[in-house]
């Protein structure tokens, strides 16, 4: 019978003390994505990734530059992570339209730091430019010339990205500002504010992006 062999890099047990497991673009993002998710965007630096890895920062510089840079690796792979909607064959173009969207915000939904890094950095990922290329032939289809197409396309995402925020914002644990003073406003000096108080804190919280999305194509499309 052959002797057992073990491979000391792989094998934790084995491994020699002090030496770190063999670094790899994919250990340096599940790194970064988990400390992303568990603190946000401004506990992320290279020194903090390196330092939850067990290695120095130079170490990291091998495989990303800068921060941006770590942080555009990371949303491109999560984008490779979306799936085409079935929805998105329909023959009509509004509804090609919802299903993309919808998608698109189901997907950036999941992290709550995405909206914050997308809307500060202007990042973008290479691998969701199939779904802005269907997005624009959808409007295209819908008849809007390529000039409106792209207008209304930057609308519908600075929606998408609005309602992103407000959401994350109203997933945070801390106790809400905006409601506490638009919930109890001063009936002699803001009546109809008053008067909404009750169904402005019916709608605290409330994800309403899928009928807001259908009322916004329906006043864009012709």
Do not use: C, N
Not at 46 to 63: C, D, F, K, N, Q
Not at 139 to 150: I, K, N, T
């Amino acid at each position: 019978m052959a002797a057992m062999t073990h491979d000391r890099d792989a094998d934790p047990v084995l491994r020699r003390p002090g030496r770190p497991a063999r670094l790899s673009p994919e250990r340096v993002l599940d790194a970064a994505e988990a400390l992303l998710d568990a603190e946000g965007v401004d506990a992320v630096t290279i020194r903090r990734v390196a330092e939850t890895l067990g290695v120095s920062p130079m170490a990291l510089y091998r495989h990303v530059r800068d921060k941006d840079d770590l942080l555009a690796a990371l949303i491109d792979r999560l984008a490779r992570r979306l799936t085409r909607p079935p929805a998105a064959d329909a023959a009509a173009p509004r509804e090609r339209l919802l299903a993309l969207w919808r998608m698109l915000y189901d997907g950036l939904a999941q992290h709550s730091w995405l909206p914050e890094v997308l809307a500060r950095r202007q990042l973008m990922a290479p691998s969701v430019l199939w779904a802005v290329e269907e997005i624009h032939a959808a409007l295209l289809d819908a008849g809007l010339p390529l000039e409106q197409a792209v207008l209304a396309y930057r609308q519908l995402w600075q929606f998408t990205l609005g309602a992103l925020l407000v959401r994350a914002g109203a997933s945070a644990p801390r106790p809400s500002g905006q409601a506490a003073v638009r919930g109890a406003p001063d009936a002699a000096r803001f009546p109809l504010l008053a008067r909404a108080a009750g169904a402005w804190r019916s709608a605290h919280g409330a994800d309403t992006y899928g009928d807001d999305l259908a009322a916004l194509l329906d006043a864009l499309l012709p």
